[in-house]
């Protein structure tokens, strides 16, 4: 798995890579304060690119211990979004503080409760995507079709160290909708684009974005 540290990334593997380039840091997990040690110094140290996590035995975060550690040393935030497609086959971007990006947002109490939410599916993950991607475009109907893979990354706020999982859905919206960017969110467009121009949008947004849709689009 990837995290990401701006353009810099954290990765976890089972064995280490071939290849390996003078800007990789890789550590061998043994305990959480060795792991502690190393963070800091890719941190301190802006040449290397990537700071590898070797685990042997490593599948995925819910069962790896390093993966565990690793997230101690953060406030961890769960977010939902979309990546939403209309019937021409156009995606939808918003444009936020100088960044394209996906709609998203943080789950929040209503999802997790229910309450004042018109959509009937049962998980708050999923209510928490549509009401951010209707609450940042202006969509009125928008609707999930398929589960996509999670991205990671990490930022600061007031110090704090926060790592973010955002669980990202694919969905289905219908282009003659009027779309009216979130503007107290500083979102102050809203485009559909089709795939033919999103190169254009890649090299003016985040890595973790730009990982999920080369992925899933191209």
């Known amino acids: 798995m990837k995290i990401f540290l701006n353009e810099r990334t954290i990765q976890f593997h089972a064995s280490p890579p071939e290849n390996l380039m003078p800007t990789d840091l890789v550590i061998e997990y043994t305990s959480a304060e060795k792991l502690k040690e190393a963070w800091a110094e890719f941190k301190r140290h802006e040449k290397y690119f990537n700071f590898l996590i070797i685990e042997p035995g490593f599948q995925m975060q819910n069962t790896s211990p390093a993966f ?3 997230g101690s040393f953060f406030k961890v935030i769960i977010a939902a979004g979309g990546l939403v497609k209309n019937e021409k086959g156009e995606y939808l971007f918003i ?22 939410q018109p959509d009937d599916d049962p998980s708050p993950t999923r209510r928490a995507a549509i009401r951010e991607v209707k609450e940042e475009t202006g969509l009125q109907k928008v609707v999930i079709t398929k589960e996509l893979a999670s991205t990671w990354h990490i930022y600061t706020v007031k110090e704090r160290e926060i790592l973010k999982e955002t669980r990202w859905f694919e969905m289905a919206a219908d282009s003659g909708q009027t779309l009216k960017p979130q503007t107290s969110e500083g979102i102050f467009l809203v485009k559909w684009t089709p795939p033919g121009t999103i190169h254009c949008i890649l090299s003016h947004t985040y890595g973790s974005i730009r990982e999920l849709v080369l992925e899933e689009v191209f």
């Open 68 to 70: 565990s550690s690793f």
């Open 95 to 116: 444009h936020r503080l100088g960044f394209w990006d996906l709609p998203k947002g943080k789950i929040d109490k209503k999802d997790l409760s229910g309450k004042g």
